[in-house]
């Protein structure tokens, strides 16, 4: 079964059913409450309150055809610079690392969305 934001029913199965239930379909708003500047930043559940490192990394020279959660899980309420399969790149800060998928906030260069991946999307990451 196919999971909004999050992919795979076993990533939904961590998620409280009231948080689950509270998320707007693919392409929505974010639920009241989860505003795109809201409370919170690094260490807790919202969007931080300003701007990524106003830095762009560079791409490891390594790439491996997928990443594992379990890479990515000490990313979780920091920021992170995520470059995908399809050639794009952003910084996001990360609320949630399931088994297969990650989700929490994009920087759009203006101002934090809320996003969802699948983890085999990742090509490459650098916390901070």
């Not at 795979?8 to 795109?36: A, H, K, W």
């Not at 309420?77 to 995908?84: G, P």
Request: charged share 15%; proline share 11%; net charge positive.
């Amino acid at each position: 079964m196919y999971c909004p934001y999050f992919g795979y029913l076993e990533d939904c199965e961590f998620i409280s059913e009231n948080m689950y239930r509270q998320f707007s379909p693919p392409g929505g708003s974010p639920p009241p409450g989860v505003g795109t500047q809201g409370p919170g930043g690094p260490g807790g559940h919202g969007a931080p309150s300003g701007p990524p490192p106003s830095i762009t990394p560079h791409k490891a020279g390594i790439q491996t055809k997928a990443i594992e959660s379990g890479a990515v899980r000490p990313c979780q309420y920091r920021y992170i610079y995520i470059w995908l399969d399809n050639g794009s790149s952003f910084w996001a800060y990360l609320t949630y690392v399931g088994r297969k998928s990650i989700s929490g906030w994009r920087w759009n260069g203006r101002r934090w969305v809320y996003f969802g991946i699948d983890t085999r999307r990742i090509e490459s990451f650098v916390c901070y």
